[in-house]
């Protein structure tokens, strides 16, 4: 079983910073890819940024040069520092890793995601 948890959602102001944290635990044998995806109110879920194992990174368009995801392997923990932040980030934050565990016929990688960290930035 994994379970990943994040914390540091919250509400800021327009031009505050904010830092997500997210930790999976449980099984994990490896963690390829981690990212932080977001929802708003009648929006679908949209990648926000993502980290591979080698520290590769990719950006949404709207959060380049604000955003910074990072990963802390051994603690099998992604963050992101979100600079700068603007009204229309306000979404439900969630973490997302694919997980390499143990399986009967060897091992599996699958996606697991958080339960979600709400962030609100409004004057």
């Known amino acids: 079983q994994v379970q990943l948890v994040e914390s540091g959602g919250g509400l800021a102001q327009p031009g505050d910073s904010l830092r997500l944290s997210c930790l999976a635990s449980?099984?994990?044998?490896?963690?390829?890819?981690m990212g932080w995806f977001r929802q708003a109110p009648g929006q679908l879920r949209e990648l926000v940024a993502s980290i591979r194992s080698d520290g590769r990174t990719n950006y949404a368009e709207s959060v380049k040069g604000r955003f910074t995801i990072s990963r802390d392997n051994p603690k099998n923990t992604v963050y992101l520092q979100m600079n700068s932040l603007k009204p229309e980030d306000t979404a439900i934050y969630y973490c997302?890793?694919?997980?390499?565990?143990?399986?009967?016929?060897?091992?599996?990688?699958?996606?697991?995601w958080g339960q979600g960290t709400q962030v609100t930035v409004n004057s």
């Open positions: 997302m890793a694919e997980v390499v565990v143990s399986a009967r016929t060897g091992t599996r990688e699958s996606a697991y």
């Open positions: 449980g099984n994990i044998l490896s963690i390829n890819a």
